[in-house]
Every structure is written in C-alpha cells, then in structure tokens.
C-alpha cells in the first residue's frame, strides 16, 4: 500500500501475556519509529531504527518490551508479560533518510491495545 | 537530552487567529516539525522549519528562532475543524536523528 499500515488496529489481552505488534512501513523509507500514547497524553518515543545502523532503544520502558526490523522493511513491537499500565495506542512512523527533503514522519493508524 | 514545551490547552473563536508557542532545549538541533492530531486518528503533517524565519502554508504558518530556541505555529481564520491537538517534535543532528514530540496542545474552536 501506499501508507503505513500497522496490525491488529485494536488488540485487547489479558495481564501476563505477550503481545506481537506489527508495522509495514512506506516502501523506501529508510527510518522507522515507534512511539505509545495514553490515551489524552503526547506521544512517547520507544524505538527508532535508520537503515542498516544499531537501532536507538533509548524510549522503551523497560526489558518487556523489544522491537525488530528486518532490513528497511517491516517491524515488530513485542511486549512480554503485559500489564495494565501498557494499555495505550502503539503508533509506527516512517520517513525517508534526514537529508532528502524534510524527512517528515508519516504514521500508520496505530494498534490499540488494552490489557484488562 | 530533550526538553520541550507547549501549552496543555488552548481555547479560540471561529474566524480568530491563535498562535500556538512551542520552547525546546536540545543539543544537535536539525528540524522542528508541527503535526495536527484530531482525536481518535493519527498525527499528520504540518510544517517543517530549520532554519530561522516564517514558513506559510495557507492558513498555517510555523516560525523558528534557533538561538531562542523556540517556534510557533499560527493558525488564521480558524474554523470548527481546527479543533484538536497540535504537536511540536525536534529532530537531532547525530548519527541517530530521533524526533522527539512535546506533550501537545489541545486546541478548542468556540462558536
């Protein structure tokens, strides 16, 4: 597709299990990020990924949650042994290389997730 | 680090100008980007400066003022769409180029 496309949109759990989330950035775009929202909250960097270089990890809570990308294309978010307290809206963004325009970010519609 | 601040709420009326203040501190400046989130949807796009001075876009302009380290965004003629949050994001210059977002601010059209 044309856009950013993140799966599942809405993803509802229970507290202790782990949860995959996926992030199918635009085609050629060389940066991807993630960031959560609580809900009325601004957007909290977790990860950042830029081409072939060591990903900047420095947002993510803590060690239950990691992230992957293969090559320039897609992404993982995993959160092991969910908890209540990580209920928020998971958004993904791409943008072409620093350098080559602004670079803006361009988001996907962000996975919901709730932990009961 | 990163530092940057906005107000939490703003309030105008239908026809009026506002102007949205954002203040950051960081090292490495390379870019500060407004984004318009309507509630329930994703950020999108609204302007970009880096270097000082007054971009215009229609009814939205954004100003920078790198050694005040600080940016508005003004939005004329407003309209009852207008209504949502508006967020103010810094990109590093390093060999990672983050783009860090302020908390936002959440924008009220008054009839």
């Known amino acids: ?116 | 680090g990163q530092n940057i601040d906005q107000p939490t709420e703003m309030t105008a009326t239908e026809g009026a100008i506002v102007q949205i203040n954002c203040t950051y501190q960081t090292s490495g400046f390379n870019g500060l980007f407004w984004y318009q989130q309507h509630a329930g949807e994703a950020p999108t796009f609204l302007s970009y400066n880096v270097l000082d001075g007054l971009e215009e876009k229609g009814r939205f302009s954004s100003f920078l003022s790198r050694s005040k380290g600080y940016s508005y965004l003004l939005l004329k003629e407003l309209q009852m769409k207008d209504s949502a949050s508006y967020l103010c994001a810094v990109r590093r210059y390093s060999s990672a180029s983050k783009i860090i977002f302020g908390s936002g601010t959440r924008l009220s059209i008054r009839p």
């Not at chain 1, 599942?8 to 759990?13: G, L, Q």
């Not at chain 1, 990691?66 to 294309?73: D, F, L, N, P, Y």
């Not at chain 1, 803006?104 to 709730?114: N, P």
Request: glycine share 12%.
């Open chain 1, 1 to 116: 597709g044309a856009g950013v496309s993140q799966s599942p949109s809405n993803k509802v759990t229970e507290k202790g299990k782990d949860v995959e989330l996926r992030c199918d950035p635009i085609s050629g775009h060389t940066a991807l990020y993630w960031y959560r929202q609580r809900l009325g909250q601004g957007l909290e960097f977790l990860i950042y990924f830029q081409g072939n270089s060591a990903p900047d990890k420095s947002g993510l809570p803590s060690d239950r949650f990691s992230a992957e990308r293969t090559g320039e294309s897609v992404s993982t978010l995993t959160i092991q042994r969910t908890q209540q307290e990580d209920s928020a809206v998971y958004l993904c963004a791409s943008s072409s290389e620093p350098g080559q325009g602004s670079g803006e970010l361009f988001f996907g519609e962000g996975s919901r997730l709730t932990v009961l």
